[in-house]
């Protein structure tokens, strides 16, 4: 039996589904600024979700190593302009990345990002090199996967974090079950509802399984 306390009241239940994702480490700019460029599309987290949606456009990416590497390579495929920005200083690139980046035409900038303007058509990012001028920014950060409740019932995580789980979405403690991010950071609506499919199936056997017929 799991037992939640909160500011609602206490909720007991036989099983638990997991579903608390990740956080996306944020650029550093004021909230509402940040809240108003991602509500405009001018910054995004997601290429994976929208990428097709910079088509042909001038795309910055702030990140840095293999993280942002990777993410420029990706926005790469959808268009010739992409710019990849460190966000706090020099990049910390080996020469394998910067070898990557240059056969991609991707330009590395060096940090720090001081400002973000927010244009009528676009997003200004000031650099110690100068001003420059974008339609989108990704943020390239990395997360932070919300497990700590899972974790402080000793459920089984693995190096970054996330929970492990079987092919049922069943979590090393008996009874919890996990879907979504919070299990592998893929950032797909889709794939999370498929996991969260396949651990509703589970706990509903596995409930029947455990529960007398009534007769």
Same mark, same amino acid.
């Given at each position: ?10 909720? %007991? ?13 944020? !650029? ?6 940040? &809240? ?10 997601? !290429? ?14 702030? @990140? ?6 990777? /993410? =420029? ?13 460190? !966000? ?7 020469? =394998?990345?910067?070898?990557? $980046?240059?056969?991609?035409?991707? %330009?590395?900038?060096?940090? !720090? ?36 409740? =899972?974790?402080?019932? &000793? =459920? /089984?995580?693995?190096?970054? @974090? ?6 049922? %979405? ?15 950071? $893929?950032? %797909? ?16 056997? &596995? ?9």
């Amino acid at each position: 039996m799991f037992v939640a306390h909160t500011m609602e009241g206490m909720f %007991q239940a036989r099983t638990v589904l997991m579903a608390t994702g990740v956080f996306n480490r944020r !650029p550093s700019m004021p909230a509402n600024v940040h &809240d108003e460029a991602l509500s405009r599309g001018l910054l995004r987290y997601c !290429p994976i979700c929208d990428g097709y949606e910079v088509t042909d456009s001038a795309v910055a990416v702030i @990140g840095t190593g293999e993280h942002g590497t990777n /993410e =420029a390579e990706f926005l790469r495929s959808y268009t010739a302009n992409v710019t990849l920005i460190a !966000p706090t200083g020099d990049h910390e690139l080996d020469a =394998a990345q910067r070898s990557r $980046l240059d056969n991609g035409a991707i %330009q590395a900038v060096d940090g !720090p990002c001081l400002g973000f303007e927010l244009l009528q058509d676009g997003i200004a990012i000031a650099t110690p090199t100068g001003r420059r001028l974008f339609a989108t920014v990704y943020a390239a950060l990395g997360s932070d996967v919300r497990s700590e409740l =899972a974790a402080a019932i &000793d =459920a /089984e995580v693995s190096r970054d @974090g996330c929970l492990i789980v079987d092919k049922h %979405q069943r979590t090393s403690v008996a009874g919890l079950y996990a879907a979504g991010d919070v299990v592998r950071g $893929l950032d %797909q609506l889709s794939y999370a509802m498929g996991q969260g499919g396949v651990a509703a199936v589970a706990i509903r056997n &596995d409930l029947a399984r455990s529960t007398p017929l009534r007769r």
